[in-house]
């Protein structure tokens, strides 16, 4: 996606599914939008996002993929993106 200049912006642990050779897939492009572009009015999960972001960026997603894998490895003192 990222390559077409299009970011996910919303990516957590319940945008990603397996498949049936347990490959994850992202699901869910409701939130994308072009680099540069504003996500006023973008829909997020509760705590799975940084508020301060206002516009399209790749970092969105890798932010939010470094939260997904420090949740996955019990890491929560790395999370980001807290209350």
């Given at each position: 996606m990222h390559s077409l200049s299009i970011v996910h912006n919303?990516?957590?642990p319940s945008k990603i599914m397996l498949d049936d050779e347990d490959v994850p897939r992202i699901i869910d492009f409701g939130s994308c939008t072009s680099i540069g572009q504003s996500l006023k009015g973008v829909g997020h999960i509760?705590?799975?996002y940084d508020d301060r972001v206002q516009m399209a960026s790749k970092s969105n997603d890798l932010d939010?993929?470094?939260e997904i894998h420090a949740w996955m490895n019990g890491e929560a003192s790395r999370f980001r993106f807290s209350e």
């Open positions: 919303d990516l957590n509760y705590e799975c939010a993929l470094a």
